[in-house]
């Protein structure tokens, strides 16, 4: 294992005020929003709206690294050129989701555990063949009656353990992803609770299968009220709760922590980030950044909507959503920025 090249490329990739794009949508998630948009399911739209994403001029000052799906990494311009090259030439990283989804945990109604261990070892050599520098898996916690359980937390901590270990094994940076999700009625204590619970279970079984923390990036959720929870905390507690779990459950030795989005709106997203960076940025042992998928790419998607005589608009509004992000990793992000 090149544990240097590891700990450089997780470096990379929260480097200054740089983040990660999520464009890993399977072909299910992807053809579930194009559908709410009227975009035609196909594999040509889906090219063209990858096409538009990687070539957005200037994508580079603020994405370090961009996390591809498999039909994706395999795809290229309409002029031939490979997604990839696009993307290594204007200095973003390329990455690969590669789980196989997350399906109901047998025994465990309401609860699914994320596949993928199965042969993962031969692909992971495979996509690092093609230029895949890191890569991403996630698990999903539900929160409700009795729910989660330890055999799901325990499952899925186990397998994003077994997942980080062989991405290293094999030179990848492992990006791990276990999201709390925000469906629900739950108090913003309730999500900080299971939060915890799921992170400390996390970094045990990483530890226990030698995953090197120098190499790898955590991608967690925010610590949020649920979506349909009548008390909504301001931006502020919402960065405390949130860090205040994280200095709990996240040794020093990671080096970056970069948030999923997980159904935010954009404009809260770059919102609560940057108040995480304002009150606590000199304070902590990690760079907090962001791999955001829904709240850098939504409403980009909303103005293309599979017209080609919009993508000039949509790549200035997909652009424009990564450089807040940027902003909000300084702490220089404000409402004033949307006003455009
Ligand atoms: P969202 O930012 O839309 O939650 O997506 C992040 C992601 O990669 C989910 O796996």
């Known amino acids: 294992m090149n544990l240097q090249r ?7 990739l929260v480097a200054g005020a740089k983040g990660l794009l999520a464009m890993d949508e399977s072909t299910g998630t992807c053809n579930k929003r194009f559908a709410i948009l009227g975009i035609p399911q196909t594999e040509a739209f889906r090219r063209a709206y990858r096409e538009l994403i990687v070539t957005t001029p200037g994508l580079g000052e603020c994405i370090s690294g961009a996390i591809l799906f498999d039909e994706t990494i395999h795809q290229q311009k309409e002029d031939g050129t490979p997604f990839l090259k696009i993307l290594v030439e204007a200095g ?8 196989t989804g997350a399906k109901e945990l047998a025994g465990h109604p309401g609860e699914k555990v994320t596949e993928g261990l199965d042969g993962l070892r031969d692909r992971l050599v495979e996509y690092s063949r093609l230029g895949a520098r890191f890569a991403k898996w996630r698990a999903v916690i539900a929160i409700g009656e009795g729910i989660p359980s330890q055999g799901c937390i325990e499952a899925n901590a186990h397998a994003l353990a077994r997942y980080a270990g062989l991405c290293q094994e094999a030179g990848l940076v492992p990006v791990v992803e276990p999201e709390v999700i925000m469906e629900g009625n739950h108090m913003l204590e309730q999500c900080f609770n299971v939060t915890e619970r799921v992170l400390r279970t996390v970094f045990d079984q990483l530890y226990a299968q030698r995953v090197v923390l120098e190499g790898m990036i955590l991608k967690p959720n925010m610590v949020l009220p649920g979506l349909t929870c009548s008390t909504q ?5 919402i960065a405390d709760t949130t860090v205040r779990c994280l200095l709990r459950t996240v040794p020093a030795a990671v080096p970056g922590i970069a948030f999923l989005s997980g159904g935010q709106s954009s404009e809260l997203a770059s919102a609560r980030l940057n108040a995480m960076n304002v009150r606590f940025k000199s304070r902590l042992p990690w760079a907090l950044a962001f791999s955001f998928a829904r709240a850098i790419q939504q409403p980009a998607m909303a103005i293309w909507k599979g017209d080609n005589t919009h993508v000039l608009a949509a790549q200035q509004a997909l652009y424009h959503r990564a450089q807040c992000n940027c902003a909000a990793r300084r ?4 409402a004033a920025m949307e006003k455009r």
């Open 331 to 334: 702490g220089e992000y404000n």
């Open 92 to 99: 973003i990283i390329p990455g690969i989701k590669v789980d």
């Open 6 to 12: 590891l700990t450089e490329t997780a470096r990379s």
């Open 233 to 237: 905390e301001g931006v502020e507690e």
